[in-house]
């Protein structure tokens, strides 16, 4: 950090975001707009701040998020506001508040922006993150949740992933959840002494919840809990194994993590996650699942749904840890030197004809030497620079530098203007 005396730091657990890690960000946000476009899925764009009520009754009041991780504030009427920490909540109140249900066929929306959990920052964990997802309003359908997870891996395969794996699992439905609770809550009972203070905790008020326990003495515990998955009702038990047989048929790998429970109370039926080796702790790249009683938890009709979230900052990490080459798409740079006294009308207009062209101009704005102009322009990545020197002028020439060959050449101005797409080839 190079911060001066007196300087206000970035609040602990954020950061700011530029080049180039903008510029990956950029590319994986379009290839996954383009994605979802693919897919039906159309944008929608929520608050960042909610009522809290909203993320309390639909997350669950007795999950991590809602009990130590929101970002939760009055306003100046005293009414209780949360910046969201995570996106199908609002999406949920969004689609209820503007009648969506009167759309033909399924909803289908994507959203991206950031979202803001108080957790312990660590690598891959950020108390403003940034995810992009989506939700699938209004069909019981497993093929909706097929979809939903094919979309993300063929997501993956075209940012060039390749280490990733996808954990399914089935959380069942009100009614298998009763019976298997009741058992659950027994083997807890039995085994509390054992267990590590934040799993005596949860035993008591989300029991399904110890399952996502890091402690390996309690992993090893519930190694002989009874697990939800062999407690499912038919329903629950059918639509689990339409899923995987639907998987297979998509020849989309896939591996059965009974104890993936996820953070969320709304989930019903399939949840899923695919983590990637290349995370390091915290290796859940994206996550999702159905949540059909949400939609009438939060005063709509009964109504199923299913949805994802994905990590950014995650994906980043790991396409970072790959060494995927990325170069961003844009057109070449180009950086106008100037040599010698100059009429900064020459240098302007010059600039304008580049840009017009969609090429983009640099230049220094301040007087310096040309070795000073030529260093910069290579600093900052040109591919080119037209070098304006007061000789050169008199003839009606400029010099343009290859700074990517390093050689250099003197043309006529006029024969550059108009045939600058030739002058301005760059490898790719
Ligand atoms: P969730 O909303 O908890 O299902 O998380 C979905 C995805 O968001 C995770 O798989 C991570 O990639 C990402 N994520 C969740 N929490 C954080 C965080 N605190 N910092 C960075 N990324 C996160």
Known sequence: MFLRRNAIPVVKGTKDIFTPEIELIDHINRTADEKYRQYGYKKIETPIMEYTDLFARSIGTYTDIVQKEMFTFSDRKD????????????????????????????TKVHYNGPMFRAERP???????????????????????????????INLLHKLKLKDFTLLINSVGDKNCRKEYTALLDKFLRKNKSKLCENCRSRADTNPL???????PTCQEIYNDAPLLTDHL??????????????????????SINKKLVRGFDYYTKTVFEIQSTLLGAQNALLGGGRYDYLIELLGGKPTPAVGTAVGIERLMIALKEQNIPFKPDHKAQVYICTAGNFDEKIVIRLMDHVREHGY?????????????QLKEADKLNCSFSLILGEEEMKKDQIVLRSLEKGSQENIDLNDFKKNISDYLKVKN
């Open 79 to 106: 009414r209780s506001i949360t910046l969201r920490p995570e996106g199908t909540a609002g999406v949920v109140r969004a689609y209820l508040e503007n009648n969506f249900s009167f759309n033909p066929g399924i």
């Open 122 to 152: 660590q690598k891959g964990r950020l108390r403003e993150f940034h995810q992009f997802g989506c939700e699938a309003i209004g069909s019981m359908n497993v093929l909706l949740d097929v979809e939903i997870i094919e979309l993300h």
């Open 209 to 215: 919840r110890v399952f996502d326990c890091k402690n």
């Open 233 to 254: 009702c038919d329903e629950c038990a059918g639509h689990f194994e339409k899923l995987q047989s639907w998987l297979k048929l998509k020849t989309i790998p896939f």
């Open 360 to 372: 983009i101009p640099f230049y220094s704005y301040e007087a310096k030497s040309l070795k000073a």
